[in-house]
């Protein structure tokens, strides 16, 4: 079965500190990949996306994540974390043949220490 | 456009009643999602749909579990019996208007069950 892992289940980073949080999929086809962040209580919000192109791709709030094809990964980074980046998020694979949906990782629960 | 809406966002419930979660997809998307969140299983699919029509139903538990769609601006998922296990966040996403793969899912703000 396709699957989507996350490296770390619960990150806690001091504000100003550098983030990595890593994303492996198990699909050898075309892929569409997401991060998505999840709030305290609120729902999930689309971070950045990757469809084709620049592996390196940049989203909202400072974040950016690299597409690296050979290591069917899809890490996602910020180089300086604030409070209020603490939330849970998530990787996204969407696999092309495999119809529409969205296959999520466990999800990282990240917390910013002020 | 207002987004996903769900309703309700909270619902606590006794054991054994049935229970319908409701949801808007954003007006133009043509694929419908249920998930359910917890902490133990994390986000996991429960059913979707394309174009009202349910294409894939696989992650649904139970036949205590349902889903429609009747039309495009409207979804429900219901649970009858309910149990205490099904207390969980459920999410409804929507994403489409092309039908390709290369758009992301806007999620609702969910509906949090709980059965005592």
């Known amino acids: 079965a396709q699957s989507v892992s996350q490296h770390n289940h619960h990150v806690i980073l001091s504000e100003a500190a550098s983030l990595e949080l890593g994303c492996n999929y198990s699909?050898?086809?075309?892929?569409?990949l997401f991060w998505y962040v999840q709030y305290p209580g609120q729902h999930l919000q689309l971070l950045l996306k990757?469809?084709?192109?620049?592996?390196l791709v940049k989203g909202i709030k400072g974040f950016e994540a690299e597409f690296i094809k050979s290591k069917f990964s899809f890490n996602l980074r910020k180089p300086s974390v604030q409070w209020s980046d603490t939330a849970e998020y998530f990787c996204?694979?969407?696999?092309?043949?495999?119809?529409?949906?969205?296959?999520f990782g466990p999800g990282t629960r990240l917390s910013v220490l002020p | 456009d207002a987004g996903v809406i769900q309703s309700p966002r909270h619902e606590v419930t006794e054991m054994g009643q049935e229970v319908t979660l409701r949801c808007k997809p954003i007006s133009g998307h043509d694929y419908l999602f249920w998930y359910r969140q917890t902490m133990m299983r994390g986000l996991e699919l429960l059913i979707y749909?394309?174009?009202?029509?349910?294409?894939?139903d696989s992650g649904m538990p139970e036949d205590r579990f349902s889903a429609k769609m009747p039309n495009a601006s409207f979804s429900t998922l219901k649970i009858q019996p309910s149990e205490p296990r099904d207390s969980a966040v459920y999410f409804c996403?929507?994403?489409?208007?092309?039908?390709?793969?290369?758009?992301?899912?806007?999620f609702g703000q969910g509906t949090r069950l709980t059965v005592v």
């Open positions: 699909y050898g086809g075309t892929v569409n």
């Open positions: 996204a694979v969407n696999l092309d043949n495999y119809g529409q949906n969205f296959v």
């Open positions: 749909f394309n174009n009202n029509v349910p294409i894939d």
């Open positions: 996403a929507s994403k489409g208007g092309t039908g390709g793969y290369g758009t992301e899912a806007f």
């Open positions: 990757y469809f084709s192109g620049d592996p």
